[in-house]
Structure formats: C-alpha cells, structure tokens
C-alpha cells in the first residue's frame, strides 16, 4: 500500500488527487454526496471497477455548477486515516493511504478523435470527455 | 465484521431482528438470507441445496466442492445452547431450527481442497452466474457452468479462443484477461481495425481491443510516428497515427501503475508528451506537476 502522507499529489488511475492547504474553506455551493449501498464511490467505473474509500468516516463533496475545469469538481474530506480501494480482482490498482485532509479529486479525460472535423458548433462540446474504464 | 455485514444489520435492526454480533467465518462465497421459520421455502431451499451440491459436484468432478447451509435461529447468537444450528453437507443436507422466528440463512461454497486449482474456479464471480441471487430466492434455477471456468495465471476470467465461462443453459461469458468482451473480438479479429479500436470511448475496452488485435498488426497498414518520448514511461509516448476515416490524430501511449499499457487521445496540436499528459488533468506544462505517488 502507498501512501499520500507528506505529500500533494497522487494518483489512483484516472483519479488524481491534490491536498488543498490546511487554509482551504468548502465552498458554499459544495453538497455533501450520499453514499451508494453503504460505498463511498470516489470515481466510477463503466465496468464495475469502482474506487472507494474504505472507512466510514470520510465525506465527498460536489460543487455545484461547474469548477474552473469542468474535471475537478469534487472534494474528499477526510477525517481518520483511510485507505482508497480499487474494487478488482486481477490487474488492480494498489491501495492508496489518506492521512486527514481535505483532497481536491480530479478525474482525467481524454480527447475525442475526429472532433476536429466536427463543426466549429459541436466542436465545443464534444472535444473531449471524461476517462472512463 | 465487513461492510455489507454492517449495511445488513443496520437493515434487519430496522425490521425488528437482532444484529448479527459475529462475523461469519467464511467471507468468500456466502450470500445471506432471512427467511420465516415453519416457511414451506424452507424444504424447497433444501431440496435446492441439494441440488447445488450435486450439480457442483458433477461439474467440478473430484472437488467435491460444497455447500454449507448455515441457520442461524434468533435466539442461537444470544444463547450458547441454541447455537447448535447447522447445516448440510454434500450428500446430507439437513436444517436444524431454533424456536426463533426467523432464520438467518448462509449459503457458502467451499472446495474440499484449499488453494486446489480447480477450487479456485469457484469464484464469486462463476457463482453470481450461476445462482442468480435475488429477493425471491431460493426459487433459483440453478444455472451451472457445463465446464470449468477458463482463467489466466492471475486467475482473471480470460479465454483466447472461446468462451471463459459457459452456463447449463448455453450462455457464453467472453472475457479477456478480466474484462467482458464482445464475442466477435475473439471470433473475427480482422474487424478489429484502427480506427474501430482507437475511437473506443472506454480506456479499458480500448486497451484490452488493442491488445487483443495487437498493436504492430494494427499499426501494419498505418504506421504510427513517434512525436516525442519522456523519460518517464508514466508520462510515455506522444505518437502520431493516421486512421483510416478520420485522419491524423495524436495519442499517449503510457503504463499505467499496473503495468499496462493504454492508448489515451489527445488533441492533435500537442507537440510534447509532458503537454499531453498536463492536458489530460486540465492543466498546461506550466501549472502542471507530476504525482508523487501513484498506483
């Protein structure tokens, strides 16, 4: 298992995190997220290969409307140490410690090919989407 | 005692039963049920205990793997004397009852033989197959794999040439290395072209296709150019490819913590890898910084 102890930035696949400075306040419009059957599902997986956070303590946090990069618009506040789960049997990814903290969660995207010959119109929205696995 | 436990015995202290204080012993391959006592569902989960027991020890020939049935009364975790429940075995399935009200039912599938090759096989995920598990259970119908599970030496779910799993009822399960594939990604490998492959919207489906086609064959009419390469293979390879239909387009090609490869789109103006993968975080080279752990 690794660990985000001492440090920033970390990654689990297509999830990155960044620790925000002791000094951060949630923003007003962040909603607290329920969990899903008792899981808190830090990124979602199209193939049932979900990340989730091990313990009960730790809280997910949407903002409302979109962030500065329509990719980091969720935070994870943590309060007991915890550990990120992949949930997979072969190929996954390790275990990955949170020391408390709030963390910034960022999930990767990546380009759409062809987008270029799209329309200037549809060229906006369809540039790039979200990673999925 | 693990989540769903947990989750479980928040629900049943809703219903009025008492937790469960124990974890069960076997975590593996168990659902659990409750069931009324004197329930005439109670002689039909046995008769179709019975019929798993002999179904799996048919499939599995010398496993003899089998299935526990475990009743739990109300009243058998409180008092000692009453937690004599118990339970079945592969030819003898017998349940006992408390004078509780209402039972608690595990159903585990154990193999003879720990850590046996063809134990294995009995997987949470050949079971969720073949047991469909519902509300209503046990009216299941047992649906029984015709033939061992077919695995690669991680024990994923993997078959290069058929199915890797094939239910009683003729239903084929295709998978590659883990991952549910198509079944004409195995069968017709030639459809598997460039541009099929590299437009895949899902990453693990674009790699595992890519795999399955192999790179160099599907590089063998469109070769790729190399853009730039970082040192740092987490960061990778900026190629360029020309497909077919759409024209050029730019990828990383990277590893990935588990030691795969992935072909990731980024937009064809990119001229370094370091910009690319910045762009795929929402970031340029200059606000960038690469993660100090990852996994």
């Not at chain 1, 275990?95 to 408390?100: I, N, R, S, V």
């Not at chain 2, 809703?14 to 002689?43: C, E, F, Q, S, Y």
């Not at chain 2, 046995?46 to 499939?59: F, H, I, K, M, Q």
């Not at chain 2, 339970?87 to 193999?111: K, N």
Request: net charge negative; with cysteine.
């Amino acid at each position: 298992m690794k660990s985000m102890r001492g440090k920033t930035y970390g990654r689990q696949g297509e999830l990155r995190f960044v620790r925000m400075p002791a000094s951060f306040q949630m923003p007003a419009s962040a909603r607290a997220l329920p969990r899903e059957g008792g899981k808190l599902i830090v990124g979602h997986s199209e193939t049932g290969h979900h990340h989730v956070m091990e313990g009960l303590d730790t809280e997910l946090y949407q903002l409302m409307g979109l962030s500065r990069d329509g990719l980091s618009d969720r935070f994870m506040v943590v309060k007991d140490p915890d550990v990120l789960l992949h949930e997979r049997d072969a190929h996954r990814h390790d275990k990955l410690e949170f020391d408390p903290g709030v963390y910034r969660i960022v999930v990767g995207r990546e380009y759409v090919p062809g987008a270029g010959k799209l329309g200037r119109e549809r060229q906006a929205e369809a540039q790039w989407r979200r990673s999925a696995d | 005692m693990d989540e769903r436990e947990k989750r479980q015995n928040e629900e049943w202290e809703r219903d009025g039963i008492p937790p469960r204080k124990h974890p069960a012993r076997n975590k593996t391959h168990r659902w659990a049920m409750r069931v009324l006592i004197n329930d005439p569902r109670i002689k039909k989960l046995r008769d179709e205990v019975n019929t798993v027991n002999e179904g799996l020890v048919s499939a599995f020939g010398r496993v003899y793997p089998r299935v526990y049935v475990d009743v739990l009364g109300r009243l058998g975790l409180d008092n000692p004397a009453s937690a004599k429940y118990y339970s079945g075995e592969r030819d003898r399935t017998r349940i006992q009852m408390s004078d509780a009200s209402y039972v608690d039912v595990h159903v585990r599938v154990v193999s003879e033989s720990a850590g046996d090759t063809q134990g294995t096989a009995l997987s949470r995920e050949v079971l969720d197959a073949a047991v469909p598990w519902s509300e209503d259970w046990p009216h299941f119908t047992l649906n029984l794999p015709k033939f061992l599970p077919k695995r690669d030496s991680d024990g994923a779910a993997h078959c290069e040439d058929g199915p890797w799993l094939t239910l009683a009822d003729g239903t084929e399960l295709w998978a590659w290395h883990g991952f549910e594939i198509e079944r004409w990604w195995i069968l017709e490998k030639h459809r598997l072209t460039l541009d099929y492959v590299l437009t895949l919207a899902n990453a693990e489906q674009r790699r595992t296709a890519i795999d399955i086609a192999g790179w160099v064959n599907l590089l063998k009419d469109h070769p790729a150019k190399v853009i730039d390469t970082d040192a740092d293979e987490e960061v990778g390879e900026l190629i360029e490819v020309n497909i077919p239909n759409i024209g050029r387009e730019r990828f990383l090609r990277v590893l990935c913590a588990t030691g795969r490869t992935f072909v990731i789109p980024v937009p064809p103006e990119t001229r370094t890898a370091i910009e690319g993968q910045a762009w795929l975080w929402g970031e340029t080279p200059a606000t960038f910084v690469k993660p100090e752990v990852t996994t």
